[in-house]
């Protein structure tokens, strides 16, 4: 697993909205030899303590080199799409491709990789819940990760 994250000074509490999207610039520029991945970003600006958004970042980062290394051909390329809204106190962050989709004999509970195992761990860590599936309009792949915060921040 490739990582590129952030754990400057500045984001001991800070803007998920800067965070991911520089996680995601760092992402792009990782990867900027796959030019037909596109990798676009929708993140509502809320605070998040440094604890939650050290947990996103990694779960972002490995998300997104999933889709990089298994959905898609590297002729035709694609898109992955990351998502983050706030209701309330309910966070939802929403990571898709519109790749090849997962493997037929894919069970979430019983993943091997290391990737998704920590996915799943650190979902757990800030009290949320997992999971990924196949999308049926567009192919491709879908992870939603759900989790509650305190009202000001996490
Ligand atoms: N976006 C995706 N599209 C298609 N298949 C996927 C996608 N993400 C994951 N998979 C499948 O799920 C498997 C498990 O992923 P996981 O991240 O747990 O392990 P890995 O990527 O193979 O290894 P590691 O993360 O340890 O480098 C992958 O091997 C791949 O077959
Ligand atoms: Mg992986």
């Not at 037929?104 to 920590?118: P, Q, R, V, Y």
């Given at each position: 697993m490739r990582i590129a994250l952030l754990s400057k000074e500045e984001y001991k509490e800070g803007s998920v909205k800067s965070y991911i999207e520089d996680l995601v610039g760092s992402l792009r520029n990782l990867f900027s030899s796959s030019t037909k991945v596109t990798i676009d970003t929708r993140i509502e600006d809320f605070n998040l303590s440094s604890k939650t958004l050290f947990a996103l970042g990694i779960i972002v980062n490995e998300l997104i080199t999933n889709a990089m290394k298994y959905a898609f051909d590297e002729k035709s390329g694609g898109s992955i799409q990351v998502f983050l809204s706030k209701k309330e106190s309910h966070v939802r962050l929403t990571i898709q491709d519109n790749g090849r989709g997962l493997p037929?004999?894919?069970?979430?509970?019983?993943?091997?990789?290391?990737?998704?195992?920590?996915v799943k761990m650190l979902c757990q860590q800030v009290g949320g819940s997992y999971l990924i599936e196949n999308r049926e309009e567009t192919g491709g792949t879908k992870s939603i990760l759900k989790f509650k915060v305190k009202k000001s921040s996490a």
């Open positions: 037929e004999d894919f069970a979430l509970e019983e993943a091997k990789g290391f990737g998704l195992t920590l």
